[in-house]
């Protein structure tokens, strides 16, 4: 019943292990869900978390007969897909693989781009090669019903590559996956001072802008659980970091408190920041929520599972 969620892979960027990532863990992004009576498998992103879930599913899930597995790549970027190779169920007989997810960039479909991995320049092993069946979806933005009680809905971020958001509901929870992510900002604005100004597209662009912002926001309003990228602080990306596809966690607790959300998860950790100034982000961000009126913010942790 409900919804269980947990965290193989919380790091953006590149995978960082060492003795300062040892606490919150150096794999990028790989979150695994389980929902409904059917236990439905639900796997998002393929970062480098993926292969220790791949080798826990070996070990408990297709030793009992799994053999259908849905992965949701929210985007193409390598640091959320260079697990994928090294995912265990590939190459077992009879297991079917779906991916799901939208176009990359231009006419680079997910076959293309994801299969494009397991070439000898890259990989030891074609994918021709692969034991399993490979199937691939290409989504859109929508409402798409997925079985056994289980509802999709996606919207599309604004990132450098197309780049996807997924709300997960079942059994009256849900969840919503928020990465990577920046703002909309207006494409059109440019000093007044300067020729290329022109009022009306600053305005309109303006408009754009906001509107979908909005959008997004109303994607994920009042979800029970929201993981979102938070992989700046606010001074990091006026600093030196806007238009590089990412959030600030302030920008992003105020928007998730404007829409009624109860959880939320900070997520896709900078690979330069350490345990200890991510426990001192917490110090100064991490609420629990004790009421409707008190949103639970808390920074994800490799191996954290979540009960919806």
Known sequence: MGIRIKFWGVRGSIPSPGPDTVRYGGNTICLEARCGKA????????????????NSLMAADVADGLREVDIFLTHTHWDHILG????????????TVRIH????????????????????RYFPVRVEELASIIEYVELGE????????????TKR??????????????????????????????????????SAFDERLAREGEETAAEQNRLVETFYAGADL??????????????????????????????????????????????ERTDDQIDELAGKFHTE???????????????MEITL
């Open 142 to 153: 929508g409402a798409f019903d997925l079985g056994e009680g289980l509802l999709l809905r």
């Open 39 to 54: 236990d439905r498998l639900v796997i998002i992103d393929a970062g480098s978390g993926i292969r220790s879930l791949g």
């Open 226 to 271: 929201i993981i979102h990228d938070a992989q700046y602080t606010r001074r990091e990306y006026h600093t030196a970091r806007k238009g590089w596809g990412h959030s600030a966690v302030e920008d992003v607790i105020e928007a998730a408190q404007g829409n009624r959300v109860k959880r939320l998860a900070l997520i896709h950790h900078d690979p």
């Open 157 to 194: 971020l604004n990132h450098p590559v197309s780049c996807m958001g997924y709300r997960f509901e079942c059994d009256g929870k849900s969840f919503a996956t928020v990465f990577d992510m920046e703002p909309f900002q207006n494409l059109f604005e440019a000093e007044k001072s300067g």
């Open 101 to 120: 997810g939208s176009s990359s960039y231009e006419e680079n479909h997910l076959e293309k781009v994801i299969g494009g991995q397991f070439m000898y």
């Open 84 to 95: 994928f190779p090294f995912f265990a169920p590939l190459y077992i007989p009879g297991m």
């Open 289 to 303: 929520g004790s009421s409707d009126e008190v949103m639970d913010v808390f920074f994800a942790r490799e191996g």
